[in-house]
T-cell receptor, first 117, second 113 residues
Framework: NAGVTQTPKFQVLKTGQSMTLQCAQD?????MSWYRQDPGMGLRLIHY???????DQGEVPNGYNVSRSTTEDFPLRLLSAAPSQTSVYFC????????????????FGNGTRLTVT | DQQVKQNSPSLSVQEGRISILNCDYT??????FLWYKKYPAEGPTFLIS?????DKNEDGRFTVFLNKSAKHLSLHIVPSQPGDSAVYFC????????????FGKGTLLTVNP
């Protein structure tokens, strides 16, 4: 198992450009999510999905779009990048079946470091 | 409003000694708590967790203690090793919150040889 795979590892964008951060998992996890990590701010939830076709907003959703067409993939789209979106982005997944319940730990990818100039 | 607080940004400990990392929370709906460890340029990895029905959980050198009345939990690492040097995040979730985890800001632990 590769676990959670994020691409690219690094990206530099100019203000106003768009891009998609890719996330794929091969563990058949129903739940997937995106976090951003900023200095002194910890990890903050951007968007999450509890299954294919279902997405919802987290703590800091503005400026980001997501979709979940398959169980494996959960891309994060920046439609018009802003310097405030300079951050390290982590995708995470976990099982969320009724028997496992909500307390199965998140499995994280290794992150995408994004700089917006 | 920060619901999960790690008030110590950093902690330095001698190899072989005990490391104690602290975490406080304000949301009384939290009923499950986790600790994650993060090395530079890697994603966080799950370390240990505890349910609110328990007050202690052990896994090898790692023990998590939960004091519900004080809304406080702590992670003890005994004995500390240089490979334990990392950022440690405390996280919490509440039943019925659609599986959202709320993280603290993290504590950088440095274990000196």
């Amino acid at each position: 198992n590769a676990g959670v795979t994020q691409t690219p590892k690094f990206q530099v964008l100019k203000t106003g450009q768009s891009m998609t951060l890719q996330c794929a998992q091969d563990m058949n996890h129903e739940y997937m999510s995106w976090y951003r990590q900023d200095p002194g701010m910890g990890l903050r939830l951007i968007h999450y999905s509890v299954g294919a076709g279902i997405t919802d907003q987290g703590e800091v959703p503005n400026g980001y779009n997501v979709s979940r067409s398959t169980t494996e993939d959960f891309p994060l789209r920046l439609l018009s990048a802003a310097p405030s979106q300079t951050s390290v982005y982590f995708c995470a997944s976990r099982r969320s079946t009724a028997t496992i319940s909500y307390n199965s730990p998140l499995h994280f990818g290794n992150g995408t470091r994004l700089t917006v100039t | 409003d920060q619901q999960v607080k790690q008030n110590s940004p950093s902690l330095s400990v001698q190899e072989g000694r005990i490391s104690i990392l602290n975490c406080d929370y304000t949301n009384s709906m939290f009923d499950y708590f986790l600790w994650y460890k993060k090395y530079p340029a890697e994603g966080p990895t799950f370390l240990i967790s505890i349910s609110s029905i328990k007050d202690k959980n052990e896994d090898g050198r790692f023990t998590v203690f939960l004091n519900k009345s004080a809304k406080h939990l702590s992670l003890h690492i005994v004995p500390s090793q240089p490979g334990d040097s990392a950022v440690y995040f405390c996280a919490a979730s509440a039943r019925g919150s659609n599986y959202k985890l709320t993280f603290g800001k993290g504590t950088l632990l440095t274990v000196n040889p």
